[in-house]
Structure formats: structure tokens, C-alpha cells
């Protein structure tokens, strides 16, 4: 089926149930949703905070005096604050939206809705 012979919207919502994975709705609140950042314990999750903290502090005040003073281990993880953001990334709907430039902008006359909905 191409792109112009979409007759109702269930094949749409196929295709958005189906890449957009990256935000969830929370249950029982309106415009709300959770973004998921996998951890292997609460020490992980604790350092990639205070990492966090650290560069914006660094951000702020590019002598970070008050880092160097109060915290034990200055050093910031930078690996680790990438990682936390990397897993934030909409990649599904980054692919999602590859697909629909393929199906209307790129090659509207050949598009095919039901091959994207079926792979």
C-alpha cells in the first residue's frame, strides 16, 4: 500500500506503536512520560549523578573551585555521562521518521506502508 492509500488511521498507529518506544506514558498523568536508563545497581546510578553534577558545575563556573574543595574525587566520568545519554536517544523514532522521508519525500510513487508495518 503506498503512502496516498492510507484509508484510516489503524496503519498509522501501527507504525507509531512500533517505533515509538523511547518515552512511555505515566499511568494517570496527562503530557507525562518516563525515559528509561538501564543501571547495573544504586552505585552506578549515584556516580552517574554526581558526574552529571559535576560537569554542569564546571559549566557554570569554569574554575570549579567548589568541586576540588568539597568533593573527594573531582574526576568526571565522561564516558559514563554519554552512555546515560546515548540510552536517552529516540533511535526508534529517528528510524520512524527515516521511513516516512523514504515513503513521501524521497520516493513518494513506490511508497509502501505495509512492508514498514510488517518488518
Request: charged fraction near 25%.
Amino acid at each position: 500500500m503506498g503512502a496516498q492509500e492510507i484509508k484510516n488511521s489503524d496503519d498509522f498507529k501501527r507504525l507509531i506503536a512500533r517505533y515509538f518506544t523511547t518515552i512511555k506514558p505515566i499511568n494517570n498523568k496527562k503530557d507525562s512520560y518516563t525515559a528509561e536508563i538501564s543501571v547495573s545497581n544504586y552505585c552506578e546510578l549515584s556516580y552517574a549523578i554526581s558526574n552529571m553534577l559535576k560537569l554542569c558545575i564546571l559549566a557554570l563556573d569554569h574554575e570549579a573551585i567548589g568541586i576540588s574543595k568539597t568533593a573527594k574525587d573531582s574526576s568526571i566520568d565522561v564516558a559514563l555521562i554519554l552512555k546515560v545519554v546515548t540510552q536517552l536517544l529516540p533511535m526508534d523514532e529517528i528510524e520512524f521518521l527515516d521511513e516516512i522521508n523514504k515513503m513521501v519525500v524521497t520516493n513518494p510513487d513506490s511508497a509502501d506502508l505495509e512492508s514498514v508495518i510488517t518488518q
